[in-house]
């Protein structure tokens, strides 16, 4: 299972899972059209639906977006990491506009995960990917449940072990005016962009550009109830920093929002493979990776469509 042979999967038009420090992704050949098209279909992803173009680093993101001096800015200091921008696409770029769903924009990310970076350096392009999960469930942060919820749908896994963050990046957009807005909360936190680029633009409400503004999204099989100070009779109870009751579980006993979001999606799995029909979530801090974590919970919760 190296990442060479993984690399030459690749090459050959064919899917791999590999691990990013923020959730897995779901790779294939940006540049070739039927191999993207296999992500759409591996993934059961409607294909309007974007995919962000995995790069090594801001050399050959220019290759592919107009990046302006703010989007330079964040791209510096957020990359390598868990920050993915959205900008213009070059009319030159050799990604392909399947995996840009037909925009004008092209969504870029240089992942830190030591093998994403080494399968970026074999195989020598970009590299489209979604996370590694079925349209609509949670993401996956172990290969475990990449490979479960992807079985027999693509040629390979690469294991990295559990994601060290657990929510996929931060996405923000920045314009032909240089305009930036946040599309997704992630572990790269708003203030910390704000204080490069100043006030964030807030997102158009209606117009889903990130699959994370679709309602219903990140879900597991069994209803939410967010906010919940305890379980009722019959609900399975996610704590946030208390000992869980039986068949519950704990975010974070330290109360540390960090190890929370890691822990996050392993848990909504694990509480939906003990059949509960509805998850109480204990209420979580606002603050740092918190916002991010509220955001995945309360699309988790969100009516189904
Ligand atoms: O952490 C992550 O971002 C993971 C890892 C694998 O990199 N990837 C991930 O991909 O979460 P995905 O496809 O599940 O979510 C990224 C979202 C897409 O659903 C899409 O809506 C948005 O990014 N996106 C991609 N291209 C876009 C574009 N040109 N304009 C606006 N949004 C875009
Ligand atoms: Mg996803």
């Known amino acids: 299972m190296s990442v060479e042979e993984a690399a030459a999967i690749l090459r050959g038009g064919g899917l791999v899972v590999f691990p990013t420090e923020t959730v897995y992704g779901l790779g294939a050949d940006a540049a070739n059209p039927h191999a993207v098209a296999r992500i759409y279909e591996a993934k059961g992803r409607p294909r309007f639906n974007p995919l962000i173009a995995h790069v090594p680093g801001l050399a050959e993101a220019e290759r592919h977006g107009a990046l302006r001096a703010n989007a330079r800015r964040l791209a510096d200091a957020f990359w390598p990491g868990p920050f993915t921008l959205v900008v213009p696409r070059r009319g030159d770029s050799s990604v392909a506009e399947l995996a840009c769903a037909g925009l004008a924009t092209i969504a870029l990310r240089a992942p830190a995960h030591p093998i994403a970076q080494e399968l970026l ?130 975010l974070s006993a330290s109360g540390d929002l960090v190890e929370a979001a890691a822990n996050l999606y392993a848990s909504l799995r694990a509480l939906d493979a003990i059949g509960a029909e509805t998850i109480a979530v204990a209420p979580i801090p606002a603050h740092g990776l918190g916002e991010a974590i509220r955001d995945r919970l309360m699309r988790a919760a969100a009516p189904r469509c």
């Open 121 to 250: 350096a074999a195989f020598g392009g970009p590299i489209a990917a979604p996370s590694a999960n079925r349209f609509g469930h949670v993401s996956a942060t172990t290969a475990q449940h990449a490979a479960a919820d992807l079985e027999g749908r693509v040629d390979l896994v690469l294991d990295g072990g559990p994601s060290a963050i657990g929510l996929e990046s931060t996405i923000v957009a920045v314009d032909d005016a240089g305009a930036v807005t946040l599309l997704r909360p992630g572990a790269v936190a708003r203030a910390d962009i704000e204080a490069l680029v100043g006030p964030l633009a807030a997102a158009k409400v209606g117009h889903i550009q990130a699959s994370g503004m679709l309602e219903s999204h990140y879900a597991p099989r069994a209803q939410l109830r967010l906010d919940a100070e305890g379980p009722r009779p019959g609900e399975a109870y996610l704590a946030f920093a208390a000992p869980a009751p039986p068949g519950g579980a704990t």
